[in-house]
């Protein structure tokens, strides 16, 4: 949609003024969702975090478990490598070959008590591994409970307001058209930097909408006669005057009763 060219100062504070509570209105319903969708990320990282620390645990549980029979296959090597030597030295012929026999023996011996000394170690690994998997099974458990009901949450709201915001949003964009791209910037600009995003206030008891500040008198009457675009001083929001915003949200109530 083409931008309007010769609109007057007064259309463009109404099409401000209309932009500003249709994403006010957006702005609403994104509150109703408040943290949800990041407390449904969090946990979704959770809960994948948690099946990551399961795979690895149980992927060193077979590799411990590999080596306990590696080791348990040298044992048994070095144990026919014992009984090897000692009928060997029945038939030595001298002491040299007889203590280079015994020498033999002895690191096989050396070597089965190492391997006994990594299988117990494994064994004690094995059963620590078990019980870290059991309680992360756990935690797994309750994160996914808890996940499958914030998800719910999440989605029944979905299903109440993401059709209405889906239509406001396309509302705004097509608001945006009708608005020169100074303006735009400033209005993207001001709500960024205010609280409650309200980058176009009425004027209301004599100052500015959410604001206590008083506005001059005349200022007053210069904004009432729509002739130019005021800010606010203190603030620095786009102010209307309280007759408009009144025809304006008049107006939009019936926009948004159709949607």
Do not use: C, W
């Given at each position: 949609?083409?931008?309007?060219?010769?609109?007057?100062?007064?259309?463009?504070?109404?099409?401000?003024?209309?932009?500003?509570?249709?994403?006010?209105?957006?702005?609403?319903?994104?509150?109703?969702?408040?943290?949800?969708?990041?407390?449904?990320?969090?946990?979704e990282d959770e809960v994948a975090g948690l099946n990551?620390?399961?795979?690895?645990?149980?992927?060193?549980?077979?590799?411990?478990?590999?080596?306990?029979?590696?080791?348990?296959?040298?044992?048994?090597?070095?144990?026919?490598?014992?009984?090897?030597?000692?009928?060997?030295?029945?038939?030595?012929?001298?002491?040299?070959?007889?203590?280079?026999?015994?020498?033999?023996?002895?690191?096989?011996?050396?070597?089965?008590?190492?391997?006994?000394?990594?299988?117990?170690?494994?064994?004690?690994?094995?059963?620590?591994?078990?019980?870290?998997?059991?309680?992360?099974?756990?935690?797994?458990?309750?994160?996914?409970?808890?996940?499958?009901?914030?998800?719910?949450?999440?989605?029944?709201?979905?299903?109440?307001?993401?059709?209405?915001?889906?239509?406001?949003?396309?509302?705004?964009?097509?608001?945006?058209?009708?608005?020169?791209?100074?303006?735009?910037?400033?209005?993207?600009?001001?709500?960024?930097?205010?609280?409650?995003?309200?980058?176009?206030?009425?004027?209301?008891?004599?100052?500015?909408?959410?604001?206590?500040?008083?506005?001059?008198?005349?200022v007053i009457v210069e904004i009432s006669s729509r002739?130019?675009?005021?800010?606010?001083?203190?603030?620095?929001?786009?102010?209307?005057?309280?007759?408009?915003?009144?025809?304006?949200?008049?107006?939009?109530?019936k926009l948004f009763s159709k949607i």
């Amino acid at each position: 949609m083409a931008k309007k060219t010769d609109v007057t100062v007064e259309e463009k504070l109404r099409a401000l003024y209309d932009l500003q509570l249709i994403d006010s209105r957006i702005d609403e319903i994104r509150n109703v969702r408040g943290e949800l969708p990041l407390e449904v990320e969090d946990l979704e990282d959770e809960v994948a975090g948690l099946n990551t620390r399961i795979q690895k645990l149980e992927t060193d549980l077979e590799s411990v478990d590999a080596d306990i029979k590696n080791k348990k296959i040298l044992i048994d090597d070095s144990k026919a490598a014992i009984k090897k030597y000692t009928e060997q030295q029945k038939n030595v012929r001298n002491n040299r070959e007889f203590n280079a026999l015994s020498k033999e023996i002895e690191f096989q011996e050396l070597e089965i008590e190492l391997a006994e000394k990594h299988i117990k170690e494994h064994k004690a690994q094995i059963e620590h591994k078990k019980d870290v998997i059991t309680q992360t099974k756990e935690r797994l458990n309750d994160r996914d409970k808890h996940l499958t009901h914030k998800k719910g949450e999440l989605d029944a709201i979905l299903a109440e307001t993401q059709k209405e915001e889906e239509q406001l949003v396309k509302k705004s964009n097509e608001f945006e058209t009708l608005i020169e791209d100074r303006l735009i910037s400033a209005y993207k600009r001001i709500r960024t930097n205010v609280k409650n995003g309200l980058a176009v206030v009425a004027v209301e008891r004599g100052a500015s909408g959410g604001s206590y500040f008083t506005i001059p008198p005349q200022v007053i009457v210069e904004i009432s006669s729509r002739r130019k675009i005021i800010t606010d001083e203190h603030s620095g929001r786009i102010l209307v005057d309280e007759e408009l915003a009144k025809e304006e949200h008049e107006k939009m109530e019936k926009l948004f009763s159709k949607i």
